[in-house]
C-alpha cells in the first residue's frame, strides 16, 4: 500500500507534525493510516501520547528482526505509529549502515506493513539529505517537502526544483507557518505560490493551536478541530488521498 515521504533540506520546518497529524487526519475519513519514525530524535511518539518513559522502537529490534512491524505501537482505532526508540550512538551508526549497505534492508523491514491491505504508510524523515531519505525515499510513491514561509525556506527552492526525487507520483510542497500578520511570511507565501502551482499541495497557518496540541500530546483534529491548522491540514489529507488513489472508507476514528 501506498508509502509517503515527508521530508525537508531543513529542520524544524514541521515534518513531525505534519506526519503525525496527515495519519490522524487520515484515520478520521476511515482510511487505516502508520506513521513511521526514521529520525533519531525519536519525537513522533510524542505525538501519539507514548510515555517518555517508553524508549521500545523498532531500529532496536531491527538488529535481530528482519521485520520491524513487531514495534507497532496502536493507540486504537485506524492510526497505528512505529517509533524510532531510544537508541545509543552505535545502534543508530549500525542502523545507518544497514539502510545504506543491506539491499533491500528497508523493504524486508517494512514488508509485512507494505503489503497490508489498504493502509497509508507515512515515514518522518530526519531533515536534509541521510541514509534514511536515499532508503525509504526509493520506496516511497510520494515525497511531501515541508517548508517555512520564511526567506530561509525560499532560497532552498532552486535545490528542490532541481532534484527529482520521486519516480512514480513525484513530490509535493507544503508550506507550513504562513502568517499574514508578517510581511515576510506573506510575500514568501505569495511568491511560492506563483512560483510551485500545482507542485504546492498546501498552506498551513501558523497557529498557536498546533504549538499546544504538540504539548499536550494530542493531534489537532481532538484538541483544537475548528482552528485554522486543522482545517489546512485536513485539506492536505484529502489531496494526498486523491493522488494516492486511496477509497475514503466511513469514519471510524
Ligand atoms: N503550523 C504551525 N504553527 C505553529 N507552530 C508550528 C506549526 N507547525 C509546526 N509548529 C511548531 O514548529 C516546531 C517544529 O515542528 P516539527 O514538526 O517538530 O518540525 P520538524 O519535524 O521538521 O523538525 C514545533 O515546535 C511545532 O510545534
Ligand atoms: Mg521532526
Given amino acids: 500500500m501506498p508509502l509517503v515521504c515527508v521530508c525537508s533540506p531543513k529542520g524544524g520546518t514541521g515534518k513531525t507534525t505534519l506526519t503525525a497529524n496527515l495519519a490522524s487526519s487520515f484515520a478520521r475519513m476511515g482510511i487505516k493510516a502508520l506513521a513511521v519514525d526514521f529520525d533519531v530524535q525519536n519525537a513522533l511518539r510524542l505525538h501519539f501520547g507514548v510515555p ?19 514495534a507497532i505501537y496502536s493507540p486504537g ?59 525509504v525515499g526509493a520506496l516511497a510513491d510520494l515525497h511531501l517537502i515541508t517548508l517555512l514561509a520564511d526567506t530561509a525556506s525560499a532560497s532552498l527552492l532552486p535545490r528542490i526544483e532541481n532534484q527529482r526525487l520521486n519516480g512514480r507520483l513525484g513530490h509535493y510542497l507544503v508550506l507550513n507557518q504562513s502568517d499574514s500578520r508578517r510581511a515576510v511570511s506573506r510575500d514568501v507565501t505569495a511568491f511560492i505560490e506563483q512560483r510551485l502551482d500545482e507542485r504546492l499541495i498546501g498552506v498551513i497557518h501558523r497557529d498557536e493551536s498546533v504549538i499546544e496540541a504538540n504539548a499536550s500530546q494530542k493531534f489537532i483534529f481532538d484538541f483544537s478541530p475548528m482552528s485554522a491548522a486543522a482545517f489546512d491540514i485536513d485539506s492536505i489529507a484529502k489531496k494526498v488521498a486523491v493522488s494516492l488513489n486511496v477509497q475514503v472508507g466511513n469514519s471510524a476514528y
Fill in 77 to 135: 482505532g485506524n492510526i497505528s505509529l512505529l517509533p524510532y526508540g531510544e537508541v545509543s550512538e552505535q545502534q543508530r551508526l549500525a542502523f545507518e549502515h544497514s539502510l545504506i549497505h543491506e539491499r533491500q534492508f528497508c523493504q524486508r523491514g517494512l514488508n509485512t506493513l507494505l503489503t497490508y491491505p489498504e493502509l497509508i504508510i507515512i515515514a518522518d524523515l530526519p531533515p536534509g539529505p541521510g541514509a534514511a531519505l536515499q532508503a
Fill in 52 to 70: 517518555l518513559s517508553d524508549g521500545s522502537g523498532y531500529v532496536i529490534q531491527s538488529a535481530q528482526s528482519t521485520d520491524w512491524s513487531q
